[in-house]
């Protein structure tokens, strides 16, 4: 099979790409510039590097290869979308019909262009079922009485602000919530919480939307989240299963062995 994948930060692309090496598809490369790594240049079938902005000059390359299904790998700083684009003609054009500049609404009108070209827009996780995760206790350690409560009270707070587009995760302490995500991504979210939670554990609750499909802002976790959550003193992981990939499991899980961490993956609420 020939497809063609919009490549962002992280290891989700690269992990996509060797997946479809593994599965002897060819792939079409689109790695924006401002975000992707030069390991997807190795990985793939071929490779053009585009900007942020490049929406006309994207749906060329696609149509010019004969692709027609295309997907979405990696992240996007959202910070990035509203500060450092420079929109081509196509792309202006769409920003300035938006009703609203949230990723929901961005994307959706990108996937309906594409569309009205002839590309479809697949599920983001196409290349990586085997990395979304399961149910059940992922660690050996479960979650303390106390990091459940957390869980139980996170969850509706995480699911409510990640279907209204505003982020993810949310950082609870305690049965509070001490920290919301938002466009400065996860990470920062936490680093922030522990300035207010004092040295007591946290548990950070991820959620992955309402919504049916998963085309695009699939919740990912690795390695990197796990070190983080060490750092400033998170305990626990929740996370939706089926619904969210674990970039370098096994990695991920090791450390979070290591250091005490458990995680749990729970039925989408």
């Known amino acids: 099979m020939r497809y063609a994948l919009i490549a962002g930060n992280g290891r989700f692309p690269v992990l996509a790409l060797e997946s479809a090496r593994q599965a002897r598809h060819e792939v079409l490369v689109l790695a924006i510039k401002e975000e992707a790594s030069p ?31 295309i997907t979405m790998a990696g992240q996007v700083k959202h910070a990035s979308i509203f500060s450092s ?46 990395l979304l995760a399961e149910e059940g206790q992922l660690t050996k350690r479960m979650p303390t009485p106390e990091e459940q409560a957390d869980i139980v009270y996170g969850r509706p707070i995480a699911n409510l602000l990640s279907g209204m587009d505003v982020g993810q995760s949310v950082v609870i302490c305690e049965c509070a919530c001490v920290a919301v995500e938002a466009m400065e991504g996860t990470d920062a979210a936490l680093r922030r919480a522990a300035g207010f939670s004092n040295g007591r554990p946290m548990t950070l609750v991820k959620a992955s939307r309402r919504r049916k499909h998963l085309l695009y802002d699939v919740p990912v976790t690795g390695p ?17 299963a089926g619904r969210t990939l674990l970039l370098d499991r096994e990695r991920m899980i090791e450390c979070a062995e290591a250091w005490g961490i458990s995680i749990v993956g729970l039925p989408p609420a």
Do not use: Q
């Open 39 to 69: 390991e997807v240049e190795s990985l793939a079938w071929r490779c053009h590097w585009i900007s942020l902005g490049d929406l006309s000059r994207l749906i060329d390359i696609v149509k010019s290869e004969g692709i027609s299904e």
């Open 85 to 130: 684009i420079r929109p081509d003609w196509r792309l202006f054009k769409l920003l300035a019909a938006l009703p609203r500049r949230n990723t929901d609404a961005l994307i959706g009108a990108v996937a309906k262009v594409l569309a009205d070209e002839g590309i479809r827009l697949m599920d983001s996780t196409l290349l990586l079922k085997g």
């Open 224 to 240: 990197r989240s796990i070190e983080v959550m060490y750092e400033t003193g998170a305990t626990a992981l929740a996370i939706d």
